[in-house]
């Protein structure tokens, strides 16, 4: 892409960064990765000896470019996917398979568009409660799309409305079934600008609303730094001239921003943009892109 | 008024102007022709009587053989005004005859119904089964479905049977096929949603990849309702006894052409109701995505 090979070649080593970029070190977190490791080609992994961890309540965004493996991560975290090595570790349990305690937004909102939007997340409700009663599955779906803001179009179909919409009501369906963690994956990338910093503040209130700990990807540094504690910066795989280093996390940066920052006012904060500098620096010279 | 609308209209006057004109070729084509033939000038009295004796009445309006408009419609008429009349083995009304081959249709595309959803349910699902079944399905989707008739008549022993039998196996393959296409191509992310959800595998079945396959399998029903169609008037041929095809076939020994022509009428007719009903079916569990 735009990086530039000389470039990379001379960029700073990772420990020489200034203070507030720091790694985190906490080993007993809510949801540890240790070693994770994708190789569709034994000898070439797509990823290596990925380790982090993610504390309840905190919100964790990965940045990285296209085919570093971010999605990958996400599925195994989802129980989609399965790693070749390491293994992942939510509240003292192996992850083994998808289960109800982490909810999932996909990219493609992957609404199912015979459903309207109360039956879509009805459906999740129901998978997450199957005793409770019709009454019961109302009200809870009520209040999760009216949660999104979403309560006039609640017996429309999918295809009846805007991709913002959409996305709204897979955020909805994902809370309805209360999970332990969600994991979104890049859940605002086919939205327009406008819609998309709606919806993060949104997001932002949920999610500072119900405490819950959320792991995303995003390919927006902006993005990145209003809604993270930490972004987990990755780098692809590439041939060095001693041989193929397998991508992995380059880099975690703890967000030093206040955590009560909007939108509106980030640009505006101390510090803000000598982190967005280094987000992008590590993008455009050791993200390395293919 | 709209564009739509009026365009509507205006086919559907075209389509009546079309009809009338190949009413009038009819009535053309088979008006009685007043100089050729039917003439008696030259012939003395003993040549006449002789004619009349040999079955040529010369005297006789000439017939081309071909039922006139006339004909036609008192024919019609007398099937419409009195169309559940039953006289006999050989003369039941065009009702009867209709609900015999109705019901064969019905019950051997049930029964097809009933094999080829949950069968291609399974094909679609498994890449080991869709490659197991393949070649058999590819061998005996283009039998035609009245070579199983002799096959079907030894070991059945019953013609009506047989004959939905033959039905049964002239819809099984495209309700087969596309059943087993639409559930394989069920959307991996709506499959991701049901796993993350840890939806069992009964509901997942019947809440997530019927629907989505819906489409597609009412597609494979609509084309197979078709075949049906086409093969229960040969199969009644064949099998004798009651049904539409059966009273196309009895009314050709009869020579009654104006009775065989009404049949056609009314196959096509039926034809094209069951499409249209599978056609609405189909607009149901249409989704927009």
Request: with cysteine.
């Amino acid at each position: 892409m735009w990086s530039d090979v000389t470039q990379r070649a001379t960029a700073p080593a990772p420990d020489a960064r200034d203070p507030q970029q720091r790694k985190a070190a906490n080993v007993t977190g809510f949801l540890q990765i240790e070693k994770l490791g994708k190789a569709y080609v034994p000898a070439k992994p797509v990823f290596a000896d990925v380790s982090f961890t993610l504390d309840k309540g905190e919100f964790v965004c990965i940045i990285g470019h296209s085919g570093c493996g971010k999605t990958t991560i996400l599925n195994v975290l989802a129980g989609l996917d399965t790693a070749t090595s390491g293994n992942v570790i939510m509240d003292g349990r192996e992850v083994s398979g998808p289960s109800l305690d982490r909810g999932v937004v996909f990219q493609s909102h992957a609404l199912m568009p015979w459903l309207t939007v109360r039956q879509n997340i009805a459906f999740a409700v129901k998978s997450r409660w199957p005793e409770w009663k019709a009454a019961q599955v109302t009200a809870h779906v009520e209040k999760f799309v009216a949660l999104v803001g979403l309560s006039p179009a609640i017996d429309k179909k999918p295809s009846q409305l805007s991709g913002g919409m959409k996305q709204r009501v897979g955020i909805a369906r994902a809370f309805s079934i209360q999970p332990k963690m969600l994991l979104l994956d890049e859940p605002f990338g086919a939205l327009d600008a406008l819609t998309r910093g709606t919806i993060q503040d949104e997001l932002m209130t949920i999610v500072r609303q119900t405490q819950q700990t959320v792991f995303m990807i995003t390919h927006d540094v902006d993005e990145a730094i209003l809604l993270a504690d930490r972004i987990l910066l990755m780098s692809n795989g590439n041939e060095t001239p001693e041989g193929y280093r397998p991508g992995g996390i380059a880099e975690v940066v703890v967000n030093p921003l206040p955590r009560e920052r909007t939108r509106a006012s980030l640009h505006h904060l101390d510090g803000y943009y000598s982190l967005r500098n280094h987000i992008v620096d590590f993008l455009v010279t050791r993200a390395k892109a293919h | 008024m709209n564009p739509a609308k009026n365009l509507n209209l205006r086919a559907g006057l075209l389509s009546v102007l079309i009809f009338l004109t190949l009413l009038g070729i009819w009535y053309i084509a088979t008006a009685p022709s007043g100089a050729a033939g039917g003439s008696t000038a030259g012939m003395t009295a003993e040549q006449i009587e002789y004619a009349k004796m040999m079955g040529k009445d010369p005297s006789a309006p000439k017939s081309g053989g071909f039922p006139t408009l006339g004909e036609m419609g008192t024919t019609v008429w007398s099937h419409l005004s009195n169309p559940f009349y039953d006289n006999g083995p050989n003369d039941k009304g065009i009702a009867i005859q209709l609900a015999h081959s109705l019901g064969r249709v019905a019950l051997g595309f049930g029964l097809a119904c009933l094999v080829a959803i949950p069968l291609g349910f399974v094909i679609g699902m498994s890449p080991l089964l869709r490659r197991a079944f393949d070649p058999f399905i590819q061998v005996l989707k283009p039998i035609s479905p009245l070579a199983w008739m002799p096959l079907a008549l030894y070991t059945i022993k019953d013609s009506s049977i047989s004959g939905i039998f033959v039905i049964f196996i002239c819809s099984v393959w495209p309700m087969l096929v596309n059943t087993a296409f639409g559930v394989a191509s069920v959307k991996r992310e709506w499959l991701n949603v049901s796993a993350t959800l840890e939806v069992n595998p009964l509901r997942k079945a019947f809440l997530v990849i019927l629907p989505a396959a819906a489409p597609t399998i009412l597609t494979g029903m609509r084309i197979s309702m078709g075949i049906a169609w086409l093969v229960i008037v040969a199969a009644e041929m064949l099998v004798g006894g009651t049904g539409i095809g059966y009273f196309v076939w009895n009314e050709w020994n009869n020579l009654s052409l104006t009775n065989v022509i009404f049949a056609i009428v009314v196959i096509g007719l039926v034809g094209m109701l069951l499409d249209l009903a599978f056609g609405q079916l189909q607009k149901v569990v249409t989704y927009v995505e």
